[in-house]
């Protein structure tokens, strides 16, 4: 009896451990959103807006969002239904949202059916009601906490983040915006973005989940302007001395003009030693009335004047040297040598280039934590020269793994579609390589044109790839060009250019960045490591 008691005992265990075991995997394999609860909030658009979004009714906001599907899906999302409109339409949360001391995950999808080439498809996390708005006069001046998302227009091609922050000194609301921040994908596939504000001051920015942007938000060198004031400031009432001496180089005083040097000697001469070539046709014009041409018959001489046949080039001209009034050609002149100056000497009186004093920055304050607002609403207020734009799958959560686990069950499926549908188009039209090459080439120029060091020439990097986009034939001309920019950039750092007089600045260090744990970074950090004379054409005479 005891055996068999113990027996049962034992079956029973297992049992349970069993099922125990199996509604682990199931609620571990289980990545429907619908079965996560710790989503702040989520916004799938499966069924209309309207009644639960409000449409902005201020101004000149007057471009129609609708309720559609995604090009090749059964999956809706909220529609820009018109070019060259500007829009706006807000969601209230039930719950602020805080920006403090917890992990806050913001995402969103977006496709850009029509393509992007002048326009923005970003949200703004808006401040409460109390701060100055209301739904429907949502418009461009209202408060936000945040601004994220894709904008591109012109020399602009970047994933907006910015915060406003209060500055405790002064009252005001400053825009504090990411430096360097990752370019916009140029197809018109749907991508997700994902902004992580961690503790201790950490931000990612992810686009289809993967890193493309880490930052600090105390860091002077991810935001602009940071969000601590520097120390000092240049005293505005500092004024430079009259005696002050900026220049480095003077004209040699003692320098005297060489009696030889002509300053009045041109620079070409005839040349006295040309001879006309044998057989140049003196009495032949270079240009003959053209044999072939005929009157038009609705040509009226009252009205239109005398009737002259088209000029055509002389073919008696082809076979000899020249035709026409033979000229000396013009030579260097051995004599000329320009205007004279008195070479340059180093100036004794030299100061360097002048600078006010800094003084003490009346704004400055010391900072341990940003103090966000927190987050009533969700808006998206935009200006668009494109149609077509898509919203679709907006998240707030307080945790990276469920914003994950989202991306993998309403992204990934839509993308992976579209992708493939996107090589089979390339490859039925025969330009299947050329278009992948193409791709893989503009995403390598979007990404030179992030590198920091470059920010100097971006708008020109960004100019040639805008062009190589419109015309991808030019590919590989554009691709050369960047080259040659490159190198030019490399040639200048490397053998340096014209010297600048040096400037003596008090450094300010940078507050250090922490040190970053977010799974799946690997990729990001290893990217990093990797990254660091012609004729002039014969003039044709018009007689009138």
Same mark, same amino acid.
């Given at each position: 009896?005891?055996?068999?008691?113990?027996?049962?005992?034992?079956?029973?265990?297992?049992?349970?451990?069993?099922?125990?075991?199996?509604?682990?995997?199931?609620?571990?394999?289980?990545?429907?959103?619908?079965?996560?609860?710790?989503?702040?909030?989520?916004?799938?658009?499966?069924?209309?807006?309207?009644?639960?979004?409000?449409?902005?009714?201020?101004?000149?906001?007057?471009?129609?969002?609708?309720?559609?599907?995604?090009?090749?899906?059964?999956?809706?999302?909220?529609?820009?239904?018109?070019?060259?409109?500007?829009?706006?339409?807000?969601?209230?949360?039930?719950?602020?949202?805080?920006?403090?001391?917890?992990?806050?995950?913001?995402?969103?999808?977006?496709?850009?059916?029509?393509?992007?080439?002048?326009?923005?498809?970003?949200?703004?996390?808006?401040?409460?009601?109390?701060?100055?708005?209301?739904?429907?006069?949502?418009?461009?001046?209202?408060?936000?906490?945040?601004?994220?998302?894709?904008?591109?227009?012109?020399?602009?091609?970047?994933?907006?983040?910015?915060?406003?922050?209060?500055?405790?000194?002064?009252?005001?609301?400053?825009?504090?915006?990411?430096?360097?921040?990752?370019?916009?994908?140029?197809?018109?596939?749907?991508?997700?973005?994902?902004?992580?504000?961690?503790?201790?001051?950490?931000?990612?920015?992810?686009?289809?989940?993967?890193?493309?942007?880490?930052?600090?938000?105390?860091?002077?060198?991810?935001?602009?302007?940071?969000?601590?004031?520097?120390?000092?400031?240049?005293?505005?009432?500092?004024?430079?001395?009259?005696?002050?001496?900026?220049?480095?180089?003077?004209?040699?005083?003692?320098?005297?003009?060489?009696?030889?040097?002509?300053?009045?000697?041109?620079?070409?001469?005839?040349?006295?030693?040309?001879?006309?070539?044998?057989?140049?046709?003196?009495?032949?014009?270079?240009?003959?009335?053209?044999?072939?041409?005929?009157?038009?018959?609705?040509?009226?001489?009252?009205?239109?004047?005398?009737?002259?046949?088209?000029?055509?080039?002389?073919?008696?001209?082809?076979?000899?040297?020249?035709?026409?009034?033979?000229?000396?050609?013009?030579?260097?002149?051995?004599?000329?040598?320009?205007?004279?100056?008195?070479?340059?000497?180093?100036?004794?009186?030299?100061?360097?280039?002048?600078?006010?004093?800094?003084?003490?920055?009346?704004?400055?304050?010391?900072?341990?934590?940003?103090?966000?607002?927190? %987050?009533?609403?969700?808006?998206?207020?935009?200006?668009?020269?494109?149609?077509?734009?898509?919203?679709?799958?907006?998240?707030?959560?307080?945790?990276?793994? %469920?914003?994950?686990?989202?991306?993998?069950?309403?992204?990934?499926?839509?993308?992976?579609?579209?992708?493939?549908?996107?090589?089979?188009?390339?490859?039925?039209?025969?330009?299947?390589?050329?278009?992948?090459?193409?791709?893989?080439?503009?995403?390598?120029?979007?990404?030179?044109?992030?590198?920091?060091?470059?920010?100097?020439?971006?708008?020109? %990097?960004?100019?040639?790839?805008?062009?190589?986009?419109?015309?991808?034939?030019?590919?590989?001309?554009?691709?050369?060009?960047?080259?040659?920019?490159?190198?030019?950039?490399?040639?200048?750092?490397?053998?340096?250019?014209?010297?600048?007089?040096?400037?003596?600045?008090?450094?300010?260090?940078?507050?250090?960045?922490?040190?970053?744990?977010?799974?799946?970074?690997?990729?990001?950090?290893?990217?990093?490591?990797?990254?660091?004379?012609?004729?002039?054409?014969?003039?044709?005479?018009?007689?009138?």
């Amino acid at each position: 009896m005891e055996e068999q008691k113990r027996s049962l005992m034992g079956i029973f265990t297992v049992l349970l451990l069993f099922i125990s075991i199996s509604s682990f995997q199931l609620l571990c394999a289980s990545d429907n959103p619908d079965d996560i609860d710790d989503a702040i909030f989520y916004e799938s658009f499966d069924e209309d807006f309207e009644g639960r979004w409000t449409v902005s009714n201020k101004g000149d906001y007057n471009g129609v969002w609708k309720h559609a599907k995604s090009e090749g899906h059964d999956d809706y999302g909220l529609l820009v239904s018109e070019k060259a409109r500007k829009y706006a339409i807000v969601k209230e949360l039930k719950e602020l949202v805080t920006l403090k001391d917890e992990t806050v995950v913001l995402q969103f999808e977006t496709r850009h059916q029509s393509g992007l080439e002048c326009g923005g498809a970003y949200l703004k996390y808006l401040r409460p009601q109390e701060a100055g708005w209301t739904p429907k006069e949502f418009d461009n001046e209202s408060p936000y906490s945040i601004m994220f998302g894709p904008d591109r227009c012109g020399a602009t091609n970047k994933v907006h983040f910015i915060v406003k922050h209060k500055n405790p000194k002064s009252g005001k609301y400053v825009e504090h915006h990411l430096k360097n921040p990752p370019s916009v994908p140029s197809d018109k596939l749907t991508h997700v973005y994902t902004a992580i504000l961690k503790p201790k001051n950490e931000l990612r920015v992810l686009i289809d989940g993967e890193v493309k942007k880490k930052a600090n938000f105390l860091s002077a060198d991810d935001f602009e302007p940071p969000l601590i004031p520097p120390k000092t400031i240049p005293d505005p009432d500092d004024k430079k001395p009259e005696d002050w001496d900026e220049r480095a180089k003077i004209p040699d005083p003692d320098a005297v003009k060489p009696d030889d040097w002509d300053e009045d000697a041109p620079m070409e001469i005839l040349d006295e030693e040309a001879e006309k070539p044998k057989g140049w046709l003196d009495d032949e014009p270079e240009e003959i009335d053209d044999p072939e041409a005929t009157k038009p018959e609705d040509w009226d001489d009252e009205e239109d004047g005398e009737w002259e046949a088209p000029k055509i080039d002389n073919p008696k001209c082809d076979s000899a040297p020249g035709c026409g009034e033979w000229k000396r050609p013009m030579k260097k002149n051995p004599a000329y040598k320009g205007k004279w100056h008195a070479p340059l000497i180093d100036n004794p009186s030299y100061k360097g280039i002048w600078k006010p004093r800094d003084i003490p920055n009346p704004d400055y304050f010391e900072l341990e934590k940003p103090d966000f607002e927190p %987050i009533a609403a969700i808006g998206i207020e935009i200006w668009t020269m494109q149609d077509g734009i898509l919203f679709d799958n907006i998240l707030i959560a307080n945790d990276g793994n %469920i914003a994950a686990s989202y991306r993998e069950t309403t992204w990934k499926p839509k993308y992976n579609i579209e992708k493939k549908n996107q090589k089979e188009e390339d490859s039925d039209g025969g330009s299947g390589f050329l278009t992948d090459l193409q791709t893989k080439v503009f995403e390598l120029l979007y990404k030179i044109e992030d590198i920091p060091f470059l920010s100097d020439y971006r708008i020109k %990097i960004h100019d040639l790839i805008q062009r190589g986009e419109k015309q991808p034939n030019l590919t590989i001309g554009v691709l050369v060009s960047v080259v040659v920019v490159l190198l030019t950039i490399f040639f200048k750092l490397i053998f340096g250019g014209k010297k600048k007089p040096a400037r003596v600045e008090k450094p300010y260090p940078a507050p250090k960045e922490s040190k970053a744990d977010q799974s799946g970074e690997e990729n990001y950090e290893n990217k990093e490591k990797e990254e660091t004379s012609t004729s002039a054409p014969r003039r044709r005479i018009r007689r009138d």
